[in-house]
């Protein structure tokens, strides 16, 4: 599975629409629209917009923070930190995603009822400047504690992805790999060939 984070401050000189619509038509299984600056007035017309060009492809939405947000658009998953999950559950008939970041947190969004976790960080990246990586080691003490997907993310490129899903990961988000891309669809592609080749 190769899931998109969003990030429209990523994409320079571009569309971030038209980013979306590439990846989606590139392969991405999943996008989701992680926008947490913006209030709902002006997330759900672009939550809605994505919607639709992506609408005659498999890709899935998901909608990051905003739970009224992902209920209007009739969003196929909600995602939320592993606080706000911990607090207060929420009620969204659809998929339910966790960013996670120990085993201990793993284990419990599971209990709560999580249906996919988000691993990271991974490996370095831009975006946790000075944390140090997780490594594909947490990855592995995950898969040995929880039955459900296994998203990892961070620093995950075209060299490294192999590792993470033979670590035990179902599949790995992506942001500013292709975010920033000039061909967004060949780039999902790229790395979709490698979770075939990969995950049997």
């Known amino acids: 599975m190769l899931y998109l984070i969003s990030n429209r401050k990523l994409v320079k000189d571009r569309n971030f629409i038209e980013v979306m619509q590439q ?4 392969g991405v299984d999943a996008i989701i629209l992680r926008e947490k600056d913006l209030p709902y007035e002006e997330l759900l017309p672009i939550a809605e917009e994505v919607k639709r060009v992506i609408a005659n492809t498999k890709t899935l939405l998901i909608i990051n923070s905003s739970l009224q947000v992902a209920k209007d658009v009739q969003a196929h998953g909600y995602h939320s930190s592993f606080n706000a ?12 995603g966790v960013s996670v970041h120990t085993l201990e947190e793993a284990v419990a969004a599971e209990e709560k009822g999580a249906d996919y976790l988000l691993v990271s960080h991974i ?11 997780k490594g594909i080691g947490v990855i592995e003490e995950v898969r040995k504690a929880v039955k459900i997907p296994i998203i990892a993310l961070g620093g995950i490129n075209l060299n490294n992805a192999e590792q993470v899903l033979l670590a035990g990961a179902n599949g790995f988000a992506v942001m500013s790999s292709i975010m920033k891309d000039e061909s967004p669809d060949i780039l999902a592609g790229e790395f979709k060939k490698i979770i075939k080749n990969t995950v049997k």
């Open 85 to 96: 999950f911990m607090g207060n559950k929420p009620n969204f008939n659809g998929e339910l």
């Open 23 to 26: 990846a989606a038509e590139g």
């Open 123 to 133: 490996f370095e990246t831009d975006c946790k400047k000075g944390l140090a990586p």
